[in-house]
């Protein structure tokens, strides 16, 4: 059973930071692509940010200069680096990857909230 497995949200002020990080079962090379959705409260879930395994990321205009993505494949995990952030970056944090077999996967999510 493949796991995605979510850490690192919680309370932060605005123009603060946090990393979420999001620990795979597999090797990151066992997926094409690996991303960030988040989903506030009476919202669809929508993307963050994403990142191929062989390529460069993406991220939503929203986040752009604000937030990088990255992964480290000796320790399986993909990073969310939050910077700067807006009372309108509260949401539920998920983590997802395609594997090489075109299944999707997903995390339980870590909530963030920004707040004074």
């Known amino acids: 059973q493949v796991q995605l497995v979510e850490s690192g949200g919680g309370l932060v002020q605005p123009g603060g930071s946090l990393r979420l990080s999001c620990a795979a079962s597999l090797s990151i090379f066992d997926f094409t692509i690996m991303g960030w959705y988040r989903q506030a409260p009476g919202r669809e879930r929508d993307l963050v940010a994403a990142i191929p395994t062989g390529g460069h990321a993406n991220y939503v205009d929203s986040v752009k200069g604000r937030f990088t993505i990255s992964f480290d494949n000796a320790k399986s995990t993909v990073y969310l680096q939050m910077d700067n952030m807006k009372p309108e970056d509260t949401a539920e944090y998920y983590c997802?990857?395609?594997?090489?077999?075109?299944?999707?996967?997903w995390g339980r999510g870590t909530q963030v909230t920004v707040s004074p």
């Open positions: 997802t990857g395609r594997s090489v077999f075109g299944q999707d996967y």
